[in-house]
């Protein structure tokens, strides 16, 4: 595996287990005004992920170049290199906890009161730190085939 | 006096179990949720199908596990009003729940496929999810 794909992949464990724990703080929360405060550490944490997964790609993107993944029936095709099959799990790992998240989210707003504006702005802020991370930079690395 | 100690005892033996209900409706969390996450992640991960049933087989155990576990705790404690620690215990349950759905809407999408073991092993998760929801 490149030096590039093991950075990669420690960021995303170190990010998304403190994710994580913002979201278990939050759905522990005794009342709204500690569930706002968690939900905000969870933005914090996602954007910190999105600004980290930022600089990897600027610092990487020109020594790696774009990766080309054919697929065949949901998989990499059985000619492809070990890094796109690795590109191709990198991809679908954060699209799985971009998943988890927006499911905690919806059981959230639930729990407590989505109309509060503390709340309801930390949970607006989380879900636009989202759709970054699905539309983040490391996307246009990987040509699909 | 002996009634005012014989309050105080009954108060705290009450307290006391409260207690433990919420520390061993955590210690089963802190066990299981770990073994059902490695599990999504690890699923998440996978290169080819058979890598991707072996995971979701093995999340729908850790999930069956889990929630065994889960509804044995509720039925001992069924009859108690929850401390604060419980209900943030069982709200965390809750969520957690929620993301493995979350995370399973998202690994179908993905590997949208007729394999007949892949779906079983699919159709088990949902079922353990659907069960499991609403406590």
Not at chain 2, 109 to 125: G, K, M, Q, T, V
Request: aromatic share 8%.
């Amino acid at each position: 595996m490149s030096a590039g794909i093991t950075e990669l992949n420690r960021i995303l464990d170190e990010n998304f287990s403190k994710v994580a724990a913002c979201i278990e703080k939050a759905s522990r929360a005794a009342n709204i005004h500690e569930a706002t405060d968690a939900q905000n550490l969870t933005g914090q944490a996602l954007k910190s992920l999105n600004q980290e997964l930022s600089h990897w790609h600027s610092r990487n993107f020109q020594v790696m170049g774009q990766v080309h993944l054919k697929i065949h029936n949901n998989f990499p095709d059985s000619n492809s290199s070990d890094e796109a099959k690795q590109w191709f799990a990198i991809l679908n790992r954060i699209s799985v906890f971009e998943g988890e998240v927006r499911g905690a989210q919806d059981q959230l707003e639930q729990l407590f009161d989505p109309a509060d504006p503390g709340f309801s702005s930390a949970t607006g802020r989380i879900k636009s730190e989202l759709l970054g991370l699905q539309r983040g930079p490391l996307q246009g690395l990987v040509i699909q085939e | 006096m002996r009634k005012l100690i014989c309050i105080f005892s009954l108060l705290a033996t009450s307290t006391f179990a409260l207690a433990d209900a919420a520390d061993e409706l955590n210690q089963i969390l802190d066990e299981n949720v770990p073994k059902v996450s490695a599990s999504i992640d690890k699923a998440s991960r996978a290169t080819g199908i058979q890598d991707l049933t072996d995971s979701q087989n093995l999340t729908a155990q850790a999930l069956e596990t889990l929630k065994t576990q889960v509804f044995t705790w509720l039925a001992k404690r069924s009859n108690q009003e929850p401390a604060p620690r419980t209900i943030a215990a069982m709200n965390y349950w809750e969520v957690f729940l929620a993301e493995v759905r979350g995370a399973q809407d998202k690994l179908e999408y993905l590997f949208d496929s007729s394999d007949p073991a892949l779906s079983a092993a699919n159709e088990r998760i949902r079922h353990a999810l659907n069960s499991a929801f609403f406590l």
